[in-house]
């Protein structure tokens, strides 16, 4: 046995010594084999659940229904409301802790109800070093990582995601479109709106691996460094002005960095200490 069937025959003993499992599924590549693994092992005593709020795109809804349909297993839309909570609209650097909260109290209160043992995510261990305020919330509400308990890296789980057809298995990694929205810029319906219709309109202009950056009047594009040269001809320069300006963006800027994940990170707030940010509050 290679050391992946090892990490995979791990993941899925661990899943069956808890006996029944909800899995919170977003539709990326980690969430989709965390919920095929799961039906594997437990069949029906598994349920895998998307939750639908305005940060969460019509198209990322599509490609989670596609991947269900394809695989099978019992899966549910719930709708969660992150943006009723000031906290979470402020858009300081904890922002995600907020959002998890919210969704792991939703998928507890479901659990409990139902029946199920446990909640699982899909944390990997490439999320680790990266800062994830979510994460916090998911340990305080016990949440179950099996991904990262046995070991898996992301290359890993795309691979076990390749080897069991699942269609998301080379997916380009995805968010919440909140997380395009600079921190200290209130996350509003409307402004996730603008991100994902830019994002759209990227996608139709043929572009595979990037992120509408919304920093107010000004947004930055990024995308993926083997893509940049055909986003700098100059006449995709004009039809990237033409876009994003109907969108209502005074200044329509492209990061010759190129896209990566977590470039907003790299921003400090100079109002918010670091300790602040290591330490979301939950109080009102």
Not at 14 to 21: F, K, N
Not at 114 to 123: C, D, F, L, S, T
Request: aromatic share 8%; charged share 30%.
């Amino acid at each position: 046995m290679n050391d992946l069937q090892a990490k995979e025959q791990r993941l899925y003993e661990d899943m069956a010594r808890v006996g029944s499992l909800i899995v919170a599924y977003s539709g990326g590549v980690d969430s989709a084999y965390l919920a095929y693994a799961a039906h594997r092992v437990l069949g029906e005593r598994m349920l895998a659940v998307t939750a639908v709020s305005a940060s969460y795109s019509a198209r990322d809804r599509e490609l989670a229904k596609a991947c269900v349909a394809r695989t099978g297993f019992p899966h549910e839309f719930i709708e969660t409301d992150e943006l009723s909570d000031p906290r979470y609209r402020a858009n300081h650097p904890d922002r995600c802790y907020f959002c998890k909260d919210e969704l792991f109290t939703r998928l507890d209160e479901l659990r409990a109800r139902r029946g199920y043992a446990a909640v699982a995510y899909g944390v990997n261990v490439d999320d680790q070093g990266d800062w994830r305020p979510g994460q916090l919330a998911a340990r305080e509400h016990r949440v179950l990582t099996p991904l990262l308990d046995a070991g898996l890296t992301k290359a890993e789980i795309r691979e076990l995601a390749r080897r069991a057809e699942l269609p998301v298995w080379d997916r380009p990694a995805s968010a919440c479109l909140s997380s395009r929205i600079a921190y200290g810029l209130e996350v509003t319906a409307e402004r996730l709106a603008v991100v994902e219709r830019g994002e759209e309109a990227l996608r139709q202009l043929g572009f595979r691996q990037f992120r509408v950056r919304h920093h107010d009047q000004l947004v930055r594009i990024e995308i993926a460094p083997d893509e940049l040269p055909q986003a700098l001809s100059p006449a995709m320069a004009r039809r990237l002005v033409e876009v994003f300006k109907a969108l209502g963006f005074a200044f329509v800027t492209l990061d010759l960095e190129g896209y990566r994940q977590g470039s907003l990170n790299l921003i400090k707030l100079s109002h918010r200490s670091a300790d602040s940010a290591g330490s979301p509050r939950r109080t009102p």
